[in-house]
């Protein structure tokens, strides 16, 4: 069978061994990050939809897993947001109904999650890998760059929730671009919006490889374990990755 929608498994620095489930292809997303290694977001949006078709998605779900491969997740997340599908909520239940030995991670950039509806969907998860890059809205914007009607305070709203709602782990990914969102106060910000939310681990993440814009670099080592000392002095679950 030829995969359309599924890719790997591969080896994640975090996930280990991951399958993916590519919900949104062709850079569907409602946020268009500075830093986005799959390029520029093509469609910009908002809007939630049948991006690919759930019937698909399951059939080659089913037969992959028919071989009883070896994996540490099932990850939905691919080249865009994949809460902005429709169906995710079905294929997580399926996944728990038909392959209940399988973990599922859900990678997620936060902007949905004040919908209840949303939460709902993907609760049944084992694993939650938010975003969240800033607090201050014109860093948000400058970062992010995101579909109209996204805040900051919504995000972090839906992750408070999204918190007392769901029972498995929560690891809270902040993305550090030099010199937007490293400044002290806005990682004050970002530290008390964590301590709000939450989390099992904070991941600090910087630029690996070529992201969506060319001025975009990755954080110097010296700077990353400085940022980190600070969240350890609240998290100590805090770590580079
Ligand atoms: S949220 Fe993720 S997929 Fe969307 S633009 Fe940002 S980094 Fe890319």
């Known amino acids: 069978m030829r995969y359309k929608h599924l890719f790997g498994p591969v080896q994640s620095r975090r996930l280990g061994r991951s399958l993916g489930i590519d919900l949104v ?12 290694e799959c390029g520029t977001t093509r469609h910009i ?6 991006y690919v078709p759930v019937s698909e998605v399951l059939l080659e779900l089913d037969h992959f897993l028919a071989g009883n491969p070896l994996l540490d997740y099932i990850t939905l997340g691919g080249t865009g947001e994949p809460t902005l599908h429709l169906g995710i909520g079905m294929i997580i239940t399926h996944l728990k109904e038909h392959h209940p030995e399988y973990k599922i991670a859900v990678l997620t950039n936060s902007t949905l999650l004040a919908d209840s509806e949303i939460r709902k969907e ?15 809205t014109d860093i948000f914007e400058m970062i992010n760059r995101p579909a109209p009607g996204f805040t900051p305070e919504q995000m972090i709203d839906g992750l408070i929730q ?31 919006a964590a301590l709000r939310i939450n989390p099992d681990r904070i991941h600090l993440n910087s630029l690996h490889r ?20 600070f969240f350890r002095e609240c998290f100590s679950e805090t770590y580079i990755i």
């Open 25 to 36: 292809p062709d850079n569907i997303c409602s946020l268009d990050c500075v830093y986005c």
């Open 122 to 136: 993907i609760i049944a998860a084992d694993l939650i890998l938010p975003s969240l890059d800033a607090v201050t």
């Open 162 to 192: 999204l918190r007392r709602e769901f029972r498995g782990i929560i690891w809270l990914e902040i993305f550090l671009v030099p010199e937007i969102n490293t400044g002290n106060d806005e990682l004050h910000l970002l530290r008390d």
């Open 210 to 229: 070529q992201g969506a814009e060319p001025w975009v670099r990755g954080m110097p080592k010296d700077d990353l374990h400085r940022i980190c000392r």
């Open 45 to 50: 949006i908002s809007t939630r939809g049948h």
